[in-house]
């Protein structure tokens, strides 16, 4: 384009308008105009003034420009200098700060816009961060500790034995376990938004601000919600990061878990002191009843509790603090707590005033009760219930899950009869056992004892030994001492049921082939009589020797009945008697009676089987014998009733009945053994006006004695036996009982029979008197055995009356001796006085019986194994002496007294 047709520029002055118009504009706006002024005109790129229209407004501009020093912007060239603000500066800052055109300290004060700015950008800031924390935030799963249980066991009246198997005494309920009245007491106590905040409430907090700085006592500013997630994951110190911890995990909480859950985590993780956590236990530390059971009045209190248990429990807490955790103090902080939250949950329409009105007495809780320890009984209780839950139950438990806890276990056992057996035990020890004084004889001696319900087979009371925290063994389960005597009831219950055989026929003949055997049947009761099979032929071992039975004392009976030789506990009647019917036959009498065939039934192959080589437990004994008082109904011995899981029942026990033998049978066999308490070997058991039916047993070397006996109603076996006491060997010994607590030797007569009768008479006071059903007949009375002699012999005169109310002893034949007298007029510890000349202590297979057991259960649970085990009753052990010259150090030969 030419240069004489370009626009001329407009002229920079304007006159006095143009003045007017850059007075008005603000100085920035000036500046920015100047400049752009010098930069764009040509007179400006080449240094030259800009015109202006006066002086005035050259002036304002220099200001406007920043070139001068009073504002300080820029150099003359223009550029922008370290101005106060955007004076000196043309751009505009994102944040005044300074501020632009204030002085002095103003322009140090930040404007309402940037401190709003600023707290809109930390508080989106926080929020988002907030955002992001809430989205990563996992709830950890509850502490072992908070959830961590325990496994209560239960006497047979239902109070509590002990808590064991956990670290916490807890017992977790489901949340329709929980009863209303707690749920609601809870809510108007410690969170009345409960069911509609979202784990958080910010005006509980508010309130609780409000009211502390009154000196107001009310709910607390944490929720339930808060609570539950402090108590059961997360630590319980008060720092910062765990007070965020917890209100994030919180928030998680209320927004992912359900109100039943959390209602139910929190009453199940809170402490409410005495030892309890969770409601279940603390309704039985306080009340002595599930919480089911509880009502409005007893739930306000235990609310009361979860404030602090240490300063609400009417016991007081002196050991926390002396001063204000007195029983006096803290009861009425309790009442007055309780009636609060009665009060408030009328408020809240969560309790009728009509109901309200109900409760004016404050429902005083019972008194604490010392923590029961796992020694003395209890322990050996404990493991017997345990092992019986864990062999019987339909669910599957195993040890291991009840070990984890959370289980009730209701166990037969009466406190005050186990009490009372072990008085029985322990007086006896005291009296007799003086192990400085015969350090050799008296020392590791052990009893054991077990009692059993005969009606229904629960096991009632057990001894296991001193201290189940010293003792481990349990003397009241399997421990290898053999019975001795006590087995003879079962070769005359077998002689009855299967009878005699015939010594025409086989072995195996039907009871129609048989001879029916009566107590009223003869036998040849000789010492070292030689023992025939049932066809007449003398018994030999594999070695070809011949068996001598011989009876304690080496006594000659001659012909006796048997009801005559159970009286006198002789040897060798009931062995020929056990070869005549079979011993296979008495190992079958036996099991069916209760007894178990397992690694403590003996060998059934040999004589000795049938005068006790066998060496079932105390448990078992005492229920095989029930049995008989039973009239031939045989249960099972039971220790548990019923097991709870969280509040279900997951085991219940149920009896079951068999025939073990038919009633005329069982009902002789009790009526021969009656008479052996009333005029033989048992005497020491009589309880005036009572029934009793019972036998003794001693077996060889006077290792073990027994005394098993039973009323109609109670059945009860006692043990006594010396033994290493180290229960880490697999190989212990039994020891002989010769000199021990000062006696001859030791028969069942002794003192199993006088603990017997010490714990009896306790155990049946106060108790119906039954009696006995009198016995019909039954059977044949002829001589029985191989081996007697075909010659007539006079046979002893029957008895007058087989009434069970005054059984009479048969008169003996000449070679018989006379009963032992009574004892009624002994001394109560005077053995000899009382048995007089006695049978007792006779020989059994003459083979030590040196297993440990270890892991075995009674009381209806299979036996559990032994280490070293026995090798009773085989034929090596049992053929060894059976010639003169090789008897053992009494003079018998495989003899078995009572």
């Known amino acids: 384009m030419s240069e004489h047709r370009r626009k001329a520029p407009q002229p920079q002055g304007g006159g006095r308008a143009a003045a007017r118009r850059a007075a008005q504009q603000p100085a920035g706006r000036r500046t920015d105009a100047s400049r752009r002024a010098t930069s764009e005109s040509p007179s400006g790129a080449h240094g030259e003034e800009p015109s202006y229209s006066g002086r005035a407004e050259a002036r304002r501009a220099q200001r406007g420009g920043g070139g001068g020093r009073r504002r300080g912007g820029g150099d003359s060239s223009g550029h922008e200098g370290r101005g106060r603000g955007r004076e000196g500066s043309g751009k505009k800052r994102f944040i005044d700060y300074p501020r632009a055109g204030k002085y002095g300290f103003r322009r140090w004060v930040p404007s309402w816009r940037l401190v709003s700015g600023l707290c809109l950008g930390f508080l989106g800031l926080m929020m988002g961060a907030a955002g992001i924390a809430y989205a990563l935030v996992v709830p950890p799963e509850p502490k072992d500790l908070a959830t961590a249980q325990n496994n209560v066991y239960y006497w047979a009246d239902d109070t509590q034995m002990v808590a064991t198997g956990g670290s916490v005494n807890r017992q977790s309920l489901e949340y329709a376990q929980i009863p209303v009245a707690m749920r609601n007491a809870v809510i108007s106590a410690e969170n009345k938004s409960f069911e509609t905040d979202r784990g958080i409430d910010p005006m509980g907090i508010a309130r609780a601000f409000w009211n502390m700085a009154r000196g107001g006592d009310t709910q607390g500013g944490s929720t339930i919600t808060q609570q539950y997630v402090k108590n059961s994951m997360l630590t319980q110190d008060q720092t910062l990061t765990r007070k965020v911890k917890e209100l994030f995990i919180t928030l998680k909480v209320g927004e992912t878990e359900s109100k039943e859950k959390v209602m139910e985590g929190y009453l199940n993780v809170s402490y409410y002191g005495r030892g309890a956590s969770g409601l279940q236990a603390a309704a039985r530390a306080y009340y002595g009843k599930d919480a089911a059971e509880l ?170 030994g001193q201290d189940a925290t010293q003792h481990y063994t349990n003397n009241a389960d399997a421990t290898g001492a053999q019975v001795g005597s006590t087995w003879k009831p079962f070769v005359l219950a077998a002689a009855m049921e299967y009878g005699k055989r015939d010594p025409e026929l086989g072995p195996e003949q039907s009871k129609e082939e048989r001879t029916p055997v009566s107590p009223k049947s003869i036998y040849n009761g000789d010492n070292e009589l030689k023992i025939s099979k049932y066809n007449g032929a003398v018994w030999q071992n594999e070695e070809g020797k011949e068996w001598l039975q011989t009876n304690d004392g080496d006594k000659d009976y001659g012909d006796i009945d048997l009801r005559y030789a159970m009286q006198e506990s002789a040897n060798s009647p009931f062995v020929q008697l056990g070869m005549d019917v079979g011993t296979d036959k008495v190992k079958e009498a036996a099991i069916a009676a209760g007894l178990r065939d397992d690694r403590y039934m003996a060998n059934s192959s040999v004589p000795s089987f049938s005068i006790g080589t066998s060496s079932p437990s105390a448990i078992r004994m005492a229920g095989s014998y029930a049995t008989f008082a039973t009239s031939g109904k045989q249960r099972e011995p039971f220790s548990v009733t019923e097991v709870k899981h969280r509040g279900d029942v997951i085991y219940r026990h149920k009896t079951e009945e068999k025939t073990a033998f038919p009633s005329i049978v069982a009902d002789n066999v009790t009526d021969v053994l009656k008479n052996v308490v009333e005029n033989g070997t048992g005497t020491p058991a009589q309880i005036p006006g009572r029934d009793v039916a019972g ?204």
């Open 695 to 898: 036998k003794t047993g001693t077996t060889d070397g006077n290792k073990s004695a027994w005394f098993v006996g039973y009323t109609p109603q109670l059945s009860t076996a006692v043990s006594m036996f010396r033994m290493d006491d180290d229960e880490t060997k697999k190989n212990r010994e039994f020891l002989e009982m010769y000199g021990t607590g000062g006696e001859r030797s030791i028969h069942g007569a002794s003192f199993p029979a006088q603990i017997w009768h010490d714990y009896m008479t306790e155990a049946v006071k106060g108790t119906k008197v039954v009696r006995f059903p009198k016995p019909e007949p039954y059977g044949d009375m002829f001589f029985g055995g191989g081996a007697v002699s075909p010659s007539p012999t006079p046979s002893p005169t029957p008895s007058p009356s087989e009434s069970s109310e005054e059984p009479e002893t048969p008169s003996p034949t000449p070679s018989s001796p006379t009963p032992s007298p009574s004892a009624t007029t002994c001394a109560p510890l005077d053995w000899e006085c009382k048995n007089g000349n006695q049978n007792g202590g006779g020989a059994t297979d003459g083979n030590d019986n040196g297993g440990t057991t270890e892991g075995a259960t009674d009381g209806g649970a299979d036996a559990g194994t032994s280490e070293g085990g026995t090798d009773t009753g085989t034929t090596e052990g049992t053929t060894e002496g059976t010639t003169e010259g090789e008897e053992n150090d009494r003079g018998g030969i495989f003899g078995g007294g009572g």
């Open 295 to 464: 009502n409005a009045s007893e739930c306000a209190f235990l609310a009361t509790l979860l404030k602090g248990a240490s300063y609400y429990d009417p016991a007081g807490a002196p050991e926390v603090d002396p001063v204000n955790a007195t029983p006096e103090k803290n009861r009425k902080r309790a009442v007055e707590r309780w009636r609060w939250i009665l009060d408030e949950q009328v408020k809240d329409g969560r309790l009728s005033a009509a109901e309200r009105a109900t409760f004016k007495d404050f429902p005083e809780p019972a008194k604490p009760k010392k923590d029961a320890k796992l020694g003395g009984q209890t322990g050996y209780l404990v493991d017997l219930a345990t092992k019986y839950f864990v062999a019987h139950n339909d669910e599957g438990v195993t040890e291991k899950e009840l070990a984890r806890g959370g289980y009730e276990i209701h166990t037969t056992f009466e406190k005050k009869k186990v009490e009372e057996l072990e008085k029985s035990i322990t007086e006896v020890y005291k009296a007799k056992i003086d192990p400085e004084k015969r350090p050799d004889k008296d020392t590791h001696v052990e009893f054991g004892g077990a009692s059993v319900d005969t009606k229904t087979g629960a096991i009632v009371a057990t001894y296991g």
